[in-house]
């Protein structure tokens, strides 16, 4: 899942509850969408590789989550939120701490650049070569990066607005100039759709991201 610039709450919130996967990296709780803070897990779309066979280690990262999430109640905790409104939150269940689990497990990498606290888990999971470290892959970061790079060369510029529907089935937008719009691949398959305006775009159904499309 993307993780964007993170927006100061200035106080600390939670919710408690049974949570669903959406991605690796990614849940909904109570109504809320929240992105593990300080790690990151490849994307729904990403393979690797292990013993010379393609394998969709997004996907497994998914599962790996849910299967955390099954076990239990959840209680995420976070205070700041990223540009698309999501909260960038730590998990337990129990004093079990999901974020670290999922590192531990090589189901995710530690997010160096917005974080080191999962640093020591990910060593571990590397030298065990558990989960992404029993074969090879691509860094999550880097894989999203190359997407955008060909996700630009492939729209057009007469696509001033993107409507895209994600993992968890939710129409949002993203106007030209933000964040989301040079991040999203038009994937018509899936009912991704380009519009000339944000108003066209609602009046298809799709909505602007939480915290705002335009800054």
Known sequence: MLLAMSLPLGAAESRHGRAEAIDGDSLTLAGEEMRLHGIDAPE?????????REQ?????????LAALLAGGPVT???EDRDTYG???ATCFRGKENLNA????QGHALAY???STTYVAEEDAARRA???LWAGSFEAPAAWRARERRKAQAEVPAECP???NVNRAGERIYHEHGTPGWRQVRIRPAQGDRCFDDAAQARAAGFRAPRGGGRR
């Not at 969709?56 to 790996?64: K, L, M, P, W, Y």
């Not at 689990?101 to 531990?104: E, G, I, P």
């Open 44 to 52: 729904w779309h990403q393979s690797c590789a292990l013993d010379g």
């Open 56 to 64: 969709a280690c997004g996907v497994a990262a998914r599962d790996a």
């Open 76 to 78: 995420c905790r976070w």
């Open 86 to 88: 999501r909260a960038l």
């Open 101 to 104: 689990t999922l590192v531990a």
């Open 112 to 114: 160096r650049r917005y």
């Open 129 to 131: 070569r558990r989960g």
């Open 161 to 163: 607005v993107k409507g």
